[in-house]
């Protein structure tokens, strides 16, 4: 009896170990994140003195790039054979460049405009693939870390939940740490603060690295190369339903992270009110991320992402409704923030299930190269986020650090806040309402079991 106790005790406490492993993955990648989802734009029109549509075709051009790479960074991952698994060692040996990527990307030489906009283009393509390199893998190696569909919402419940406390640091930190540190002086502001965002990262990286375990590694049934892997994704009907979705969700996360800054600065009036809601739209999440295990084994993955997208199209309509009065926005702001947070951390929970179906249907296993595709998709949407965002600003004539912008800049800004974001949520409900993969899951993973037990019997 005692034995099992303690046997018991030791396999929960290795289950804990993994999940707090796993989660301090998406928290160093979220110390970075937050910081170019919410200050990039800014940083690059104020801070470096670049122009709007300059750096609209600089996402553009960028993102393009970084898809191919994810593409690949994807393939070698279902490559990648090693003592340590196939997706683990990339968090060990991405942890450095991705930290030194970071303080690179936010550093402004001492050159021309011209120079300026080359530097930029070269350290944003090395951060976006250095981010791949550590944040691809984070999506792969869920699959292989567990089969148990309710563990896996727990572990995804663990990563959002220590993503969104790494948003929140940065969130309600990271402009008083610039203004601390630099003293009026943001250039060194920003690079000092990234350059300790990103050893607080790299640490973060090997210390993943050191507690997650790929114990639930599968021979794949097929050798299938990178055109038949991708060929069979066009057999994977619940993966396209998500793909579509993944553009619609982050289009309006980036254009409406990358907007605060400047609706609550130049609309509403008051830059500290821009940290305040920063801070609500990642702690709040953090706290109702945790309801997420329990609601999702009562209502469904796909079923909780809708109602979640719904809460948050009610907090932005609150916030819309509210105009220029705090209260207002705040009360919107939090329950905008708490139907996010639920509703990404069942999408990362989601993601893991259309391997196990694509594995199912075509027999290829290919965790690598589709979280790879979905990161591609999720670079496009960021591309498409930055793009519409510079083009907006140049339309409505945005001036830098002008005490007053022209009515058609503050339509423009109030566009990227709020009214795509909110034509985008409700594209994003209208498609996950033809995701049907949770009703099927139970069986397709049975099937699966007696398939891997027969492969490994006959080996």
């Not at 609309?267 to 706290?287: D, E, L």
């Not at 948050?312 to 509210?322: N, P, R």
């Amino acid at each position: 009896m005692k034995e099992n106790y303690v046997s018991n005790k030791s396999i929960t406490g290795m289950l804990y170990k993994q999940r707090f492993g796993y989660g301090m993955g998406d928290f160093a990648c979220n110390l970075i994140w937050q910081v170019i989802s919410l200050y990039l734009l800014y940083f690059y029109t104020d801070v470096m003195g670049l122009n709007p549509l300059a750096i609209s075709a600089m996402f553009v051009v960028c993102r393009v790039i970084d898809g191919c790479t994810d593409l690949l960074v994807g393939y070698c991952i279902d490559k990648t054979h090693t003592r340590w698994g196939k997706s683990r060692p990339w968090f060990l040996f991405g942890a450095i460049p991705f930290a030194v990527s970071a303080l690179l990307a936010f550093s402004v030489p001492d050159i021309a405009p011209n120079g300026k906009l080359v530097y930029a283009y070269v350290t944003y393509i090395f951060l976006s693939f250095m981010y791949t390199v550590v944040n691809i893998p984070l999506a792969s190696i869920l699959p292989a870390l567990t089969d148990d569909m309710n563990e896996r919402t727990v572990l995804a419940t663990w990563r959002k939940f220590l993503a969104f406390l790494g948003s929140t640091i940065v969130s309600a930190t990271a402009l008083t740490m610039v203004d601390l540190i630099g003293k009026g002086n943001e250039v060194l502001g920003f690079r000092v603060v990234m350059g300790i965002f990103g050893v607080i990262g790299c640490l973060c990286f090997f210390l993943t690295f050191a507690l997650v375990r790929e114990t639930n590694l599968v021979p794949t049934t097929k050798n299938a190369s990178l055109k038949e892997t991708i060929a069979s994704l066009a057999h994977n009907t619940p993966w396209k339903l998500f793909a579509v979705n993944i553009l619609f969700q982050w289009t309006g996360y980036f254009i409406q992270s990358s907007a605060l800054v400047y609706y609550y600065t130049y609309y509403v009036g008051s830059k500290q009110m821009s940290s305040i809601v920063a801070t609500i739209m990642t702690m709040v999440p953090m706290v109702a991320n945790l309801t997420v295990p329990f609601l999702a084994k009562r209502l469904g993955k796909r079923n909780l992402y809708s109602i979640s997208a719904i809460v948050q199209f009610a907090g932005l309509v609150i916030i819309f409704a509210s105009g220029l009065m705090n209260a207002g926005i705040l009360v919107g702001a939090f329950i905008s923030a708490a139907g996010y947070g639920i509703k990404e951390s069942i999408y990362f929970s989601m993601q893991a299930d259309p391997v196990d179906y694509g594995e199912w249907k075509t027999g290829v296993q290919a965790a690598g190269t589709l979280s790879s595709v979905n990161g591609f998709l999720g670079k496009v949407a960021q591309a498409a986020a930055g793009g519409i965002s510079g083009l907006l600003l140049a339309w409505g004539s945005y001036e830098s650090g002008a005490a007053v912008q022209t009515a058609e800049a503050i339509t423009a800004i109030k566009a990227m806040y709020l009214y795509i974001p909110m034509i985008l949520l409700i594209l994003s409900i209208v498609t996950m309402h033809f995701y049907t993969l949770d009703k099927e899951f139970s069986q397709i993973q049975k099937e699966l079991a007696e398939r891997r037990a027969k492969g490994k019997s006959t080996m």
